[in-house]
């Protein structure tokens, strides 16, 4: 499904009222339908009061509509209107008019006092105060209302987005209401995926207020949840080969789990052939866990990790296979960080770079930018930073448009790594990521995610489509870790040993509550 940011989702209103000739009314009626519904979902309507709070702008409006139709069904509407209401126009204006000839309790909230009693005695919040017109920090009364809804304890159905989580970032501005659903209209909005903002709307619901889908199909929107290509049919007689040969150059002194998860997680996600080349004298000890591996030892730096002097050979290596994965634990000796450099000119196969093999090429960026072959980057946060020079707060901002801007200037498909992984392509597209959870927050598991990328490669799919499948399985994998056992205590090895049945899913079916969550947002 496509997202949207906020000047898109306008762009898309503008166009259905001037373009389609569907009235401005219209879609606020939808929205409002789409919002009852799924408030008759939420529990009884008749005899229950419901407290609307309504900001000034149109998702005040959408507000309104509900209240209409909470009356129409039997229950007690309180609309609590923060601001003037001599400043509404448009649709919200007459929506208030109508509702102003129905024996209703509308009033304009002056000050904060009162609402905590109204508040307590009410069965259901609606949250009209804020949509995507939110354009500064909260604060004042509109403050005070969004504490005291969050105190209340009663369930909210926030209306497009929650009020004071940002359209574009999901970031809070000043507060947020924490809802327990929240219906989105058109399309859903980034700060709907995006956490802290994803976390605060509760259950998501989408209802595309009657836009034709013609406006959706437009390139403009880059934006879409990561709902990645089938895997290709295994070859019932292939060898290893068949699927997928993958390098990894990977390890050091004191960086042992890393290689080893790294080329681990190829197999055990269905790669075929998983060679390792790693510092020839920590090899014995991978081996103990790695058995399964091909192991090419390299010579050693005096620190201990992977010499410049193995670079022919490695090159040689890598040209002749699928993919070459460059970095987990290779460690910052200056002597390796020159081997990733000239490894990422020279190799002319699809390459993926992760931990110490970004920070190599953060000092010559020319070297990803000339590549002819596909690159791929699995930046967490912090290597982020150093890829773009921006501060890891300041990317935090707007993770949406980071990874964005950085995949289009490096020409790279860029995995910038956190709750909800964002991947970024060349043509300026980013997938968000809904699948995986906190317990996936541990060393190693960005390592397995590397050779679970590199096997979506070796199963046949291209870079791009590999790099989506590979986040959306690894993600899903540590779910399936999750369920099995929690999410506190989550290793690296848990993720790598749900890996098989994670993809015996994908190819079958995924139980209902994987699939509902997988598939982002419910029809309203
Ligand atoms: N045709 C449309 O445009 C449609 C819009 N819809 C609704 O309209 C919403 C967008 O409407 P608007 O653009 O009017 O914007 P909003 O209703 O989100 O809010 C805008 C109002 O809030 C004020 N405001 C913004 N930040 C504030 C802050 N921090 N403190 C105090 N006041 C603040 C603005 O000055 C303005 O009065 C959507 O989220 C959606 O709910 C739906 O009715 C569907 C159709
Ligand atoms: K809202």
Redesign the pocket.
Known sequence: MKVSNVVQ??AM??A??DRYRIP?EI??E???QAAFSVLGRMGPLANRTFVILC????????GFVVARKIHSAGGVAKVRI??DPA?FSG??HLNLEILRQLPMDIRQLDNSEGICTELAHCSTVID?I???????????L?REVIEAVNQCGKPVLS???PS?VQ?DTGQI??CAIRAEHTVT??LPKIGNLLYPGFALGGQLHVSH?SFPPELYRSDDLKIAINTPSPLPPRDQTGHKGSFGQALFVAGAAGYLGAPCFAALAYLKAGGGYSRLAAPAAITPFIAMKGSELVFLPQQATDSGSIALCNRDALLQQANALDMTILGPGLSLDPQTQQLVRELTAGIDRPLLLDGDGITAICANLDLVRQRQAPTVLTPHPGEMSRLTGKSVAELEQNRIEAVQQAAIDLNATIVLKGAHSLIGCPDGRVFINLSGNSGMASAGSGDVLTGTIAAMHGLGLNTEEAVCKGVFLHGAAGDLAATAQGEDGMTAQDILEHLPLALKHERQEWPAEFLRRYAGPCPA
């Open positions: 989702m306008r209103d503008r259905a009222i401005e879609l606020m939808n929205a409002g900001g000034l702008g149109n998702n005040g409006g959408d923060l601001g400043r649709a919200a009209a804020f949509g995507t017109g939110l354009s500064r920090g909260v604060s004042g509109h209306l497009d987005i004071g359209g501005l000043g209209f058109g207020i």
